[in-house]
């Protein structure tokens, strides 16, 4: 018996472009903030806390986790914490990454989580979406299909180990881009 997992796919909050800036460390911007922390609470509403997170260890990655873990009551320490429900792991390849070094960092989620969330970056986001998903919701079909914008969610079911996980193997089950306040 297989049993059915959860991938959610999150890009990256708003960032800002401050001159002289490295693309790599760029802050969020003030509409990052506020929308982070929506997303953090449709999370919370809608899909619950994580058995296992990997972030992008770009800032602006870095930033939407850290303010998208405070609803989900997600410690995020990095590797186990005692008090984390999971590990968080920051892993370079995130950053710029091809859907193929994606698929290649999920297979390596440990066996024992049954829902793990990916924070990362376009079109690496939109384009892993798109090959892992077999089937869609109507409804989140045509929302992803008209943008993935910052904070897009999504959110894929699949049945199987992670290490298994293939092209076209999972059902976009919803996919949205919660809005909040800027500070």
Do not use: Q
Request: aromatic letters at 6%.
């Amino acid at each position: 018996m297989t049993l059915e997992r959860r991938l959610v796919v999150i890009r990256h909050a708003k960032s800002s472009y401050p001159d002289g800036v490295p693309d790599h460390d760029r802050p969020l911007a003030p509409r990052g903030v506020g929308d982070a922390r929506a997303t953090g609470a449709w999370l919370a509403a809608h899909v619950g806390t994580p058995d296992h997170v990997v972030v992008s260890t770009a800032r602006r990655a870095r930033g939407t986790w850290t303010l998208a873990a405070g609803p989900l009551e997600y410690i995020g320490a990095a590797e186990y914490d005692i008090n984390s429900p999971g590990p968080l792991v920051i892993d370079p390849r995130v950053y710029e990454a091809t859907p193929d070094t994606l698929m290649t960092v999920l297979r390596e989620i440990p066996d024992r989580a049954r829902c793990a969330f990916l924070v990362g970056h376009n079109p690496g986001c939109e384009d892993l979406v798109a090959m892992l998903a077999g089937s869609a919701d109507p409804h989140a079909a045509k929302l992803i299909a008209s943008k993935y914008p910052t904070c897009g969610v999504a959110v894929i079911d699949f049945n199987g180990p992670w290490a298994l996980l293939a092209p076209h193997a999972g059902h976009l089950s919803s996919f949205t881009a919660p809005r909040g306040a800027s500070d």
